[in-house]
């Protein structure tokens, strides 16, 4: 009975952990760019856009689709990276937890 006590205190405390983790990611900014720095966004570890920049020489109509493609590319390498750092804090607060591999959290 004592096992299953402990057992559930642990995961009481796994839920506030992730709790806390998901308002810190919140808070945590990754940039993207695009085109060599001449487009980056700037958002939350949890896909929040904060800012976008946008370099004045790409202020053209001609070139529309490419400042399109760029302002795209600037969103993904942003959310890549923010998945990545979200990655990194999970694995940091799931360290040494009995889990079984490949399982992901939150479930």
């Given at each position: 009975m004592k096992?299953?006590?402990g057992l559930m205190k642990q995961a009481q405390a796994m839920q506030q952990k992730m709790a806390d983790m998901q308002a810190e990611l919140g808070n945590l900014e990754v940039e993207g760019t695009?085109?060599?720095g001449v487009v980056s966004i700037r958002m939350t570890?949890?896909?929040e856009v904060r800012a976008v920049s946008i370099d004045p020489?790409?202020?053209n109509a001609d070139?529309?689709?490419i400042l399109e493609d760029l302002l795209?590319?600037?969103s993904n390498d942003a959310r890549q990276k923010g998945e990545r750092l979200a990655q990194e804090r999970m694995a940091e607060l799931t360290k040494g937890l009995p889990l079984p591999p490949?399982?992901?959290l939150p479930f």
């Amino acid at each position: 009975m004592k096992d299953l006590m402990g057992l559930m205190k642990q995961a009481q405390a796994m839920q506030q952990k992730m709790a806390d983790m998901q308002a810190e990611l919140g808070n945590l900014e990754v940039e993207g760019t695009a085109g060599g720095g001449v487009v980056s966004i700037r958002m939350t570890a949890k896909g929040e856009v904060r800012a976008v920049s946008i370099d004045p020489s790409l202020m053209n109509a001609d070139e529309k689709e490419i400042l399109e493609d760029l302002l795209v590319a600037a969103s993904n390498d942003a959310r890549q990276k923010g998945e990545r750092l979200a990655q990194e804090r999970m694995a940091e607060l799931t360290k040494g937890l009995p889990l079984p591999p490949g399982m992901k959290l939150p479930f």
